[in-house]
């Protein structure tokens, strides 16, 4: 058999997956064995996971992760009030396919940052692209946007992503411009796309730091209304972490 030409044909087609297969297969005495028909479908079976690790790094790119995340890691022992059984379903994934919302929230260090990733993650892995963003820079840079007159073209980026993490909500109370923006970013997404929201604040206190009884009321509802609420408690994870040893 002509390895190299065959190797260099699938590399030229752009075949990367069957060719580094093709690579291992041809060195195998096992493989020597196998029908024609074993062989391709190994080969067509390399390049299909080839492709999909090539799709998953590139939305994994996109989403821009604060945290290297995965449901597998998720600390189920530390004691903060983490409901499994909600978290078990929101890991399947069915509410971003409905269109629906989580809200974490919960003091500093209880892990709200870290599980959102996870849920990112894991629907990158679920063929969903997914965006991160702390809202804080998130507008400063629709600030600067409004000024050089790329904003429409920012909005219709947040609302086209299928999961919208905004992370660290409510650090500080929104001016005018900030109101309006997140209420154009939520309506955008309401009914269409997934959002999750994390805040030191429970949303009881989400209409102070908006600062306009009509915006809170139309902020509000458009995240709250077909939410998931994971509300978190208990010490900050960073302190209960082992600390390294000298």
Known sequence: MLTHPTLDQLNTLGLHGMAKAFGELIDNDEARGLAHAD???????????????????ARLRHARLRHLAVPEDIDYRAPRGLDRG???????????????????????????????????????????????????????????????????????????VQLLILDDWGLEPLDAQARHDLLEILEDRYGRRSTIITSQLPVAAWHTVIGEATYADAILDRVVHNAHRLDLSGDSLRRLAPKPVA
């Open 39 to 57: 062989w391709l479908a190994m080969l067509l079976d390399r390049e299909d996971v080839h492709r999909q690790d090539k799709r998953l790094g």
């Open 86 to 160: 909600l978290l078990t379903a929101l890991i399947k994934g069915e509410w971003i396919k409905n269109a629906e919302n989580l809200v974490i929230t919960g003091p500093t260090g209880v892990g709200k940052s870290w599980l959102a990733c996870a849920l990112g993650h894991k629907a990158c892995r679920d063929n969903h692209s997914v965006l991160y963003v702390r809202v804080p820079k998130l507008f400063d840079d629709l600030a600067l946007a409004h000024g050089d007159g790329t904003i429409g073209r920012r909005f219709k980026s947040l609302a086209a």
